[in-house]
């Protein structure tokens, strides 16, 4: 059951944000994944990235398609629109959102089932359409609510509970994302909220199709020996190639970090990406060296985890539509209908 | 018998007319031409039809074409009306035979007694010639050869050269089609000089050679003012545009690719800031039909006004979002324009096809709303009417045409608008009201008419709830508990009888003394009217019931209990609109006599007529 609702108890020591809310007041529905899901980390992820980024619940519209991962959208922002669509085609869905009503923030929930296969050519064209929106990818290589069959991202030899192991290549979200254009793709890890929540705050506020694959375990069917989705498994391949840090463009004059120990990224609205650089150089504004960077690390049995490429100034698209700034679903009726002057002109041409 | 074939020749000289075994009809004939497709020939044959409109007197041409690009033949049928049917017919008077590939068809073809007109450049099969027939040869294709350079410009001057020899046959007023072609290119004037030299090609050929006009002519009418030359995909797409719709998503697939094309370039007039070039709408192409659907109830949900056309195949992929549609309650209006199925059938001729598909598709209990416009101007009345119904009831709405409707152009009164007109947008709970509420349950139903208010995203948060297309109760929460899922798709039955009383109603004609009916709807009005008014002069009374939409309301059922009788008309062949009438209302099937024709061509009123006809033949026997 998706919509237990949570007891409406508030700890007095929550903190409030801008707009007086507590983190609490993010929260959703009491989730019916199972204990440990990785899913649920990422919900607490999203909580913690509205709250701090001050965002207004009823200003966020959140979809999903179908599937344990789909889910995820009723147990985050109560007062937010949420849109459990149909497998593998909330992309479209959100897509319709988008051209009606650009002022909302787009958040979209999705799996490795309902992305990569069942939805994989609505992903690939939300991505072509550069989108405005936060695409969130729970990857377990399984799907959970059909009891464990494998997903199109397991890895060859990862083996099912029951112990086949399989041998189809998997698709990568992620290199994907990459060769198709995305302006935003990154992959995380639902264990790893320092890293997650940054990636998501700068996911959210990015002007286009912002794609974030989150190594998430299924918990039932597949953190066992041997699955290469597993905690244990995860935890032990996973790189990060360099710290995120999002800052916000309010807290801008704020910051105070050193610049010659880290790369900054300036977003669209004047917020900032910041990489702390680590063991070696990485320049998250080339899309081949990126690309380079996760085939090689996976080729070492490594999951490359963190913002891998960011491209902020690409035409979402209401640019590239040339959309007028205001919502369309809005415009008044006076500024749609040409009138019946028009039409009898019209008409002359067809007589 | 060869030499009586030869005798029936037109003779090539002024001096020795031909002979007519028929009295001459003035505005009141059919002809066709037959060609290649990608050979130009669409613009000469559009050409005709304008100028006999612009004649004043009442035409109509049905394009009956092939799925392919350049190579396969094409015919376009244009017949006279003085009386102002609209209908096909396919008792051809004249047939130009362009096509050397079809010369035996179009031979055959031709009534007896009547014409074909052939390019002479090359000699004609004598086995195909026809004792009753009189053959009218033009060298069509020497004469550009000789007045034309270059491949190309020769054969669409061809074109425009057989359009000036009918011009002379037929008594088309050359000032008339010189008008036009001036009109068409008046942004190229160079054409204008050649397309008037291809058009005294044929005109003056005709003119020496044949004693013009034929008996079958045209005579100056003014019938035809007030009136304009629109096709349904058109006008449709102008309804889109006036009824305020800003997102269109759609998968380019024949016959209803002309419809997002339309709206598109109306948009571009009427919709785009001049100084930003901002544009108050966005059509999104979609990756496939799935996709298209999609976007729609996407935009529908955040109450944007949206729509998609498609066919038969599109409405079969779209399947499983309009029941998501119908279920979680999002308006979204579909354009479907049928065409031959099933699979991919034949997609450039025209059906009934889809009217099962449409009623009830998706899986699951579903019903829908659907319109069947017969004409370009109800396509267009019922794009506003669809969207008004969709924002209304809060569900899916279709608007049911179909090849011949939205891609031929028919003779129907110039549209007109009414200023005062302002959208429906149904019951939406504003900021003001949800801030003054305890609380806003989505699915809840106030007045009893199965209708509940809906929020719109971003509106006031306490218009959040979750939207989902599995078990929800009227609060919108899930439930698998079998009451709160019951009392839901009750609802949802509740409501569509609401909205089968606000569609538009069946237009009813009675006969003085008839006791048969006769119940058509979309395309086939203009046969079955025409064959209805045929009959009557043969003393075969028939109420007439032309269906509107769906679901039906009573006046439907009421008609069908008041007639022992009734005949079905349908292009389809296993007389669904019959099948509906029956589950819907559950009347008797042997008191619904069923007519159907289905080879993918428009329907003509002879096919009715004999149809019945035959039909009571088998019940006297």
């Not at chain 1, 707009?19 to 440990?36: F, K, P």
């Not at chain 1, 009723?74 to 629109?81: D, R």
């Not at chain 1, 002007?207 to 998430?216: E, L």
């Not at chain 2, 050269?161 to 037929?170: D, H, K, S, T």
Request: aromatic share 8%.
């Amino acid at each position: 059951m998706t919509s237990i609702a949570k007891p409406p108890v508030r700890h007095p020591a929550l903190e409030p944000n801008a707009l007086g809310l507590t983190r609490r007041d993010y929260e959703g529905a009491m989730s019916t994944l199972c204990a440990g899901c990785g899913h649920d980390s990422v919900t607490a992820a999203l909580v913690q990235t509205c709250h701090e980024l001050d965002v207004e619940p009823h200003r966020v519209a959140k979809l999903s398609g179908i599937g344990c991962s789909s889910k995820t959208t009723a147990y985050f922002l109560k007062e937010a629109h949420g849109f459990n669509s149909v497998h593998g085609r909330m992309p479209a869905v959100a897509t319709g959102v988008s051209a009606a009503n650009r002022e909302l923030a787009i958040v979209g929930v999705s799996g490795d089932g309902d992305s990569l296969s069942i939805g994989l050519g609505q992903l690939c064209h939300a991505i072509r359409r550069n989108v405005r929106m936060l695409y969130v990818l729970e990857n377990n290589g399984v799907y959970g609510l059909t009891k464990g069959q494998f997903s199109a991202s397991a890895d060859v030899g990862s083996k099912a509970k029951k112990g086949e192991a399989n041998r189809q290549k998997p698709i990568d979200p992620v290199l994907l994302a990459l060769t198709l254009g995305a302006t935003f793709v990154a992959r995380s890890f639902s264990g790893d909220k320092t890293q997650l929540v940054p990636i998501l705050k700068a996911g959210l506020r990015h002007q286009g199709f912002a794609f974030i694959d989150v190594i998430s375990p299924c918990v039932t069917f597949n953190d066992h020996e041997g699955s290469t989705k597993s905690y244990a498994s995860t935890r032990e391949r996973h790189r990060e190639l360099a710290p995120v840090d999002f800052i916000p463009l309010r807290r801008e004059i704020q910051a105070s970090y050193d610049p010659g120990g880290a790369m900054t990224v300036p977003m669209h609205d004047g917020s900032l990406v910041r990489f702390r650089k680590l063991a070696e150089d990485y320049d998250p504004t080339d899309r081949d060296a990126a690309y380079a960077h996760v085939k090689r690390h996976q080729e070492q049995g490594e999951v490359v985890t963190g913002l891998l490429y960011l491209e902020d100034d690409a035409d979402d698209m209401h640019a590239l539509n040339q959309t007028v700034a205001a919502p369309l679903y809005d415009l008044p009726y006076e500024q749609l209908c040409p009138g019946s002057a028009a039409l009898t002109e019209l008409m002359r041409e067809f007589e | 018998m060869r030499g009586a074939r030869v005798a029936r020749l037109f003779p090539e000289s002024p001096s020795s007319n031909g002979r007519h075994d028929d009295g001459g009809r003035v505005n009141d004939f059919a002809f066709k031409v037959g060609t290649v497709n990608g050979t130009g020939s669409a613009s000469a044959n559009s050409l005709l039809l304008q100028s006999i409109f612009r004649m004043g007197i009442p035409v109509c041409g049905k394009n009956v074409f092939p799925s392919n690009i350049q190579g396969l033949p094409t015919w376009y049928e244009i017949r006279v009306s003085r009386d102002g049917w609209t209908a096909r017919t396919p008792d051809f008077d004249l047939i130009v035979a362009m096509n050397p590939a079809t010369h035996e068809r179009d031979i055959a073809e031709v009534r007896s007694g009547g014409w074909l007109l052939h390019d002479s450049s090359w000699p004609l099969d004598a086995a195909l010639l026809r004792d009753d027939v009189t053959f009218i040869g033009i060298p069509l294709g020497r004469m550009c050869v000789e007045a034309f350079s270059g491949g190309r410009e020769r054969t669409l001057m061809k074109n425009i050269a057989y359009a000036g020899a009918l011009a002379a046959l037929l008594d088309i007023d050359l000032e008339v089609v010189k008008e036009s072609i001036r009109a068409e290119f008046a942004k190229k004037p160079k054409l204008i000089d050649s397309n008037f030299r291809a058009l005294h090609l044929g005109y003056d050929y005709a003119r020496e050679h044949f004693a013009c006009p034929l008996p079958i002519r045209l005579e100056r009418m003014d019938a035809t003012r007030g009136h304009v030359l629109l096709d349904g995909n058109t006008a449709a797409a102008l309804g889109c545009l006036y009824a305020g719709a800003t997102v269109g998503a759609w998968y380019p697939i024949t016959p209803a690719t002309s419809l997002m094309d339309a709206f598109g370039r109306f948009c571009a007039r009427y919709r785009v800031d001049a100084e930003t070039g901002e544009r108050r709408y966005c059509i999104v192409q979609a990756e496939d039909e799935l996709a298209a659907a999609g976007v729609v109830i996407g935009a529908g949900w955040a109450g944007a006004r949206a729509f998609t056309p498609t066919a038969g195949p599109g409405i079969s992929l779209m399947g499983e979002f309009i029941g998501l549609a119908y279920y979680t309650e999002i308006p979204a209006v579909f354009f479907d324009v049928q065409r031959t199925g099933p699979s991919t059938g034949m997609p450039t001729r025209t059906q009934q096809g889809d009217l099962l598909s449409v009623a009830y598709a998706s899986h699951g209990d579903t019903k829908h709303v659907a319109l069947f416009p017969s004409d370009p101007g109800e396509c267009f009345r019922f794009a506003v009417e669809a969207f008004d119904l969709a924002e209304r009831f809060q569900t899916p709405v279709f608007v049911v045409s179909d090849l011949d409707i939205g891609m031929n152009d028919w003779m129907i009164p110039a549209l007109t608008w009414d200023d005062a007109y302002r959208p429906d947008r149904g019951e939406v709970v504003t900021a003001e009201q949800l801030a003054a509420m305890q609380r806003f349950s989505r699915y809840l139903d106030v007045d009893g008419d199965g209708v509940a208010a809906r929020s719109l995203p971003g509106v006031h948060p306490r218009g959040a709830y979750f939207t989902r297309g599995s078990g929800h109760d009227k609060h919108a929460a899930y439930t698998e508990d079998a009451d709160a899922y019951r009392e839901v798709v009750d609802r949802l039955a509740l409501k569509l009888a609401t909205a089968a009383k606000a569609v538009p109603a069946p237009e009813i004609r009675e006969r003085e003394g008839a006791e048969m009916g006769i119940i058509a709807l979309g395309g086939c009005h203009g046969a079955v009217l025409e064959a209805v008014e045929r009959l009557a002069g043969e003393g075969i009374a028939l109420d007439y019931m032309r269906i509107r939409a769906f679901p039906f309301d009573a006046p439907v059922e009421d008609f069908l209990r008041a007639h022992d009788r009734v005949f079905v008309v349908e292009q389809n062949r296993d007389g669904q609109l019959r099948s509906l009438l029956q589950l819907e209302t559950g009347i008797a099937g042997d008191r619904l006599l069923s007519l159907r024709d289905y080879g993918g061509v428009p329907l003509s009123a002879r096919a009715v007529v004999e149809g019945v006809m035959a039909q009571l033949a088998e019940v006297a026997a």
